[in-house]
């Protein structure tokens, strides 16, 4: 069975930096599409970025130009360098999978079977 763990969230000042980690046990990550979102105190799950099995990304509007997704097969570890933090980056950050072959829409929380439990990020002003 597939599990997702998450990693490197922390307390980081406006304008600084973290790295997440996502690793994956119980399967092959070269397989899976994977994606991070994002919860905010009192608002829903969105979507951070996206990478595809072929490498390709995605990302939401708010984050592009700062925060950049890779991944490591050969480590089965997935990464979200995040820079220029802000405030509004505030959040608990999940990190997903998906199970399957087949069209889908990387933004949306339904595309994913596989979910980590989350790391806290929190950007103070």
């Known amino acids: 069975q597939v599990q997702l763990l998450e990693s490197g969230g922390g307390l980081v000042q406006d304008g600084g930096s973290l790295r997440l980690s996502c690793a994956l046990s119980?399967?092959?990550?070269?397989?899976?599409?994977m994606g991070w979102f994002r919860q905010a105190p009192g608002k829903e799950r969105e979507f951070v970025a996206h990478?595809?099995?072929?490498?390709?990304?995605a990302y939401a509007d708010d984050v592009k130009g700062r925060f950049t997704i890779s991944r490591d097969n050969a480590k089965n570890t997935m990464y979200l360098q995040m820079n220029s933090l802000k405030p509004e980056d505030t959040a608990v950050y999940y990190c997903a999978g998906r199970s399957g072959s087949g069209s889908y829409y990387h933004a949306r929380e339904i595309s994913y079977d596989y979910w980590g439990p989350g790391t806290p990020v929190t950007v103070s002003s």
């Open positions: 119980g399967g092959i990550m070269r397989d899976i599409p």
């Open positions: 990478i595809s099995i072929a490498f390709v990304t």
